[in-house]
């Protein structure tokens, strides 16, 4: 690798968002991440969310010294990088509750407040192996965290809820990523939109589907993760979705969207 090669230059950096809460981001971090780490496919989740779900998720106590915020503060100079041991090369930078403080902090540090993550990432140590994919779990608002992820990332995925109001809420977040290729990181992909939690039940949430399919066309993924209470479950057991239920339709459906992604080489 020449000295001009940035470290990560060939790394995936992406940013799951949605300003709505609940729509399933940090489910779809916690089991894609996995499941691409067992396709070894090194990957790094680094929890942005105050509520610290992927980190617990994973059975990891947010309490790491220094914090995340610490860290994007520049107070210290590398995160902690925790490995999660069931699954080689799956590692995670947890997040921390003091990260409330972002939204005000951020902005009185001396560097530009909206790339403290892409700094981060971009002084993690170089690995003889690099991650090969990089996972930014966003809050539910399109605040001081999400725009560093906006910054610093390659792509955005964007998890939506199969309900009524799906598509508003779709148009929405499709104007920030606008605004964030314009202004910000004009080098950010749409990785794709990813419905979840559809009640196969109902003709709702096929009506759902449709729609933005016909909207969004080809950049919805092919796969479609159903509403399955084993998803619900495995984060209070520390586990991904699949080594709680393997036989699991929430299982099943998201090693079909890491062959989805694997197949298509994204
Ligand atoms: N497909 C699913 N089926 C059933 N429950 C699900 C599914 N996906 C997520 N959940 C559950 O719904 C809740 C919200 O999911 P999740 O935490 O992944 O959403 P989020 O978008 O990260 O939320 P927030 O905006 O608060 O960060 C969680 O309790 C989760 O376990
Ligand atoms: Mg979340």
Not at 44 to 59: E, R, Y
Not at 183 to 194: A, S, T
């Amino acid at each position: 690798m020449s000295e001009e090669t940035p470290e990560h230059s060939q790394t995936r950096i992406i940013a799951v968002a949605n300003q709505k809460g609940g729509v399933g981001k940090t489910t779809t971090v916690i089991n894609l991440g996995a499941n691409l780490a067992t396709s070894e496919k090194r990957t790094l989740v680094i929890d942005l969310d105050p509520q610290c779900n992927a980190s617990s998720g994973l059975g990891f106590e947010p309490t790491e010294e220094p914090t995340l915020l610490e860290v994007l503060l520049e107070e210290a100079d590398q995160p902690t990088i925790l490995s999660f041991e069931t699954i080689p090369g799956l590692d995670v930078i947890t997040g921390s509750p003091d990260l409330v403080g972002a939204e005000k902090l951020l902005p009185q540090a001396g560097s530009d407040p909206l790339q403290a993550v892409n700094r981060m990432i971009q002084k993690l140590p170089n690995q003889e192996n690099p991650y090969e994919y990089i996972f930014l779990d966003c809050p539910p608002s399109l605040g001081m965290l999400t725009l560093n992820a906006f910054s610093a990332a390659t792509h955005l995925m964007i998890p939506v809820q199969a309900e009524y109001f799906a598509l508003e809420g779709l148009t929405s977040i499709m104007e920030s990523l606008q605004v964030a290729q314009a202004r910000m990181n004009e080098d950010l992909n749409l990785y794709g939109i990813l419905i979840t939690m559809m009640d196969l039940r109902t003709n709702l949430s096929r009506q759902v589907e449709a729609e933005i399919r016909n909207h969004y066309g080809n950049k919805v993924f092919r796969t479609t993760i159903p509403r399955n209470v084993r998803l619900s479950e495995a984060p209070s057991h520390a586990l991904p979705v699949t080594l709680y239920d393997f036989w699991s339709s929430g299982a099943k459906a998201y090693m079909e969207l890491t062959k989805e992604i694997l197949r298509n080489g994204s």
